[in-house]
């Protein structure tokens, strides 16, 4: 009984933590995607690196949420769809712009489904991408892994200092 509990606990974790991340509330971007990578590998059976350049800032929430949510999707399409045994995850906060790299060793894709990028997962990190008036490049080859790199301008009124 206990057991059960402590699993349906555990789950209505993930969902609540799925719909908001709270660690972005209370830590910011960097923190919360450290514990987003940590929580998600816990199997361990993916070889996880991420690297974090640049000064650990707030932003406002609608742009640290979209990164989150655009690395969490990349690393769950990861999971899904690559067959990967590393991955790795570059953010990288500038002046006037974040950007992340999520780059992995799977299977990949030919550059025709690049364009289409039909899937929910490369169009929703699409869609974030533009919203915030981003860039997006998706590279990919068949047996070669798959990059995707997002650069989000950031404006000066959209920063509210140091983590």
Known sequence: MKNIARLNLESLRKVIFSLRPLDLDDLGLV?????????????????VEF????????YKSVIEVAVFRIIQE???????????????????????????????????????????AGGFGLQGIKERTALLGGDIRISSLPGRGTEITVKIPVQEGEIYGVS
């Open 31 to 47: 923190p919360a995607v450290k514990r987003f990578l940590n929580e998600f590998n816990k199997d361990g059976n993916l070889i």
């Open 51 to 58: 690297r974090f350049f640049g000064r650990e800032q707030r």
């Open 74 to 116: 990349a690393v769950n399409n990861v999971v899904k769809h690559a067959k990967a045994s590393t991955l790795e995850i570059v953010l990288e906060t500038q002046k006037t712009v974040i950007a992340a790299s999520i780059r992995d060793d799977g299977v990949g894709f030919g550059t025709e489904m690049v364009e289409k």
